[in-house]
């Protein structure tokens, strides 16, 4: 079965600075997905970046990248010049055999 | 981006009444939708993935008699807590994946449903 595991329950980070959020995963699949949604305090989700496991290259959207390990089975996301709007609940999901789940969250703080 | 309509965001019911709650894809065909349940400050939980036309697959500990997932269309599926109870109290969402595409693989999300069940 599929686990994804967040280690880090919190995490803060003074504005204009960068953070990283890290995120394991279990699979014996070789093609999935993964992504790190962003949980506002409205608790609508918002897709942050996405990362097919075929591609080598790491994504990146502005602000947002990734350092994806395949081998390490490992996902964390970079985000840079953290802005007062990054606050919110962070989860690292995988898709695979049909199934989206998620970690437990993390819970970013943005300190002015 | 596509857009994923859950309705109602809150509803409040009596304890053993039913509750429907609707997820609506509104410019996408859904080919699978999936439902989760969230507690307070934790993670969403898989309660059942549903593929149009087929039956839903409840993950494991999750009651398929209590949670019933209809999937009739490629752009609707509701979830209906039947016989309802104050632990069934929670935020339920909903998730779409297209059919296919560059945005095959993104799930879009509604915007939940708090139900409280006094």
């Known amino acids: 079965a599929q686990t994804v595991t967040q280690s880090q329950p919190e995490m803060s980070v003074q504005e204009a600075e960068t953070v990283t959020l890290s995120c394991t995963y279990d699979?014996?699949?070789?093609?999935?997905?993964l992504f790190w949604y962003k949980q506002p305090p409205s608790r609508q989700m918002i897709l942050v970046i996405r990362?097919?496991?075929?591609?080598?290259q790491n994504a990146t959207e502005n602000r947002f990248s990734v350092n994806f390990q395949k081998a390490a089975k490992s996902f964390s996301l970079k985000i840079s010049d953290s802005q007062l709007g990054d606050a919110a609940m962070y989860f690292c999901g995988y898709f695979g055999n049909e199934k989206l789940t998620f970690g437990t969250g993390t819970r970013l703080t943005i300190i002015p | 981006g596509a857009v994923v309509s859950q309705h109602p965001s809150w509803v409040i019911c009596k304890s053993g009444t039913s509750v429907k709650i609707e997820c609506r894809s509104l410019d996408f065909q859904a080919t699978t939708m999936f439902w989760y349940r969230q507690f307070p400050k934790q993670s969403l939980m898989l309660m059942a993935t549903s593929n149009e036309g087929s039956k839903a697959t409840y993950e494991q500990g999750v009651e398929k008699d209590k949670f019933l997932i209809n999937h009739a269309s490629l752009t609707l599926s509701t979830l209906t807590v039947t016989s309802a109870h104050p632990e069934d109290s929670s935020f339920y969402i909903c998730?779409?994946?297209?059919?296919?595409?560059?945005?095959?693989?993104?799930?879009?999300f509604g915007q939940g449903t708090r139900l409280t069940v006094v």
């Open positions: 990362q097919e496991a075929y591609k080598q």
């Open positions: 998730s779409a994946r297209t059919a296919g595409g560059e945005e095959d693989t993104e799930a879009f």
């Open positions: 699979t014996s699949e070789s093609d999935y997905y």
